[in-house]
Each structure stands twice: as C-alpha cells, then as structure tokens.
C-alpha cells in the first residue's frame, strides 16, 4: 500500500513536470539554410521584431534572409527581389541586401 502511494505521487510530480515543461516552450520559426541545417528564429513579442537569419553561398554573397513574423512563419526574401549593384549598394542599410554583391 505504502508503495503504492510512492509509485502514484511519483506519476503525478513526472506528469506535472511534463507539462510545465510543455507550457513553457515558445514557438519558433524554421529555415533550412544552403547547407542544409535548420535555423531557428523566434519572434521578439517585446521587441514586436522577428529574429532574422541571412544565408550565405560558398562565394561569401548572401542569396536569401530569413525572418520569424508574428504568427511565427518564415517569411523569406530573395536576393533577386534586389537591384542591387556595386555602386548603389551602400544605400542598403543592414547586411541584406548589400551583400547580394561582391565588389
């Protein structure tokens, strides 16, 4: 009997457990970068900005930037969304989409 009242507030601490564990998880966005490694981005509801990640190819230009929006979906931005140039790439503010080009 004394065993199992043992055996029953453990199943119950473990379960509580699981579920404060579950509760306090935080939903995040996903990218599969050119590597093939999945990033994850959160979404900074203080902030109300998304985290972002850019994807760099072998040749050091970045081809795509990853964000988190508020419903937590990866929205991505291409490089070729961007006339970007040697010449007018310093009126890009941030690193994407100035370096779509190596110069």
């Known amino acids: 009997m004394f065993n199992m009242k043992i ?3 453990f199943l119950l601490f473990a379960g509580l457990l699981a579920i404060g564990v579950d509760a306090g998880s935080e939903p995040v966005c996903s990218y599969r ?3 093939g490694e999945t990033i994850f981005l959160k979404y900074l509801p203080l902030l109300k900005q998304g985290q972002d990640y850019v994807d760099f190819s072998a040749d050091g230009k970045c081809v795509k930037r990853a964000v988190c929006s508020e419903n937590f979906k990866t929205e991505v931005e291409d490089c070729a969304k961007y006339p ?3 010449t007018n790439k310093k009126t890009y ?3 994407f989409p100035g370096c779509c ?3």
């Open 33 to 35: 970068n050119n590597q």
């Open 84 to 86: 970007v140039t040697c």
């Open 93 to 95: 503010p941030g690193v």
């Open 7 to 9: 055996t029953l507030a």
């Open 101 to 103: 080009v190596k110069c």
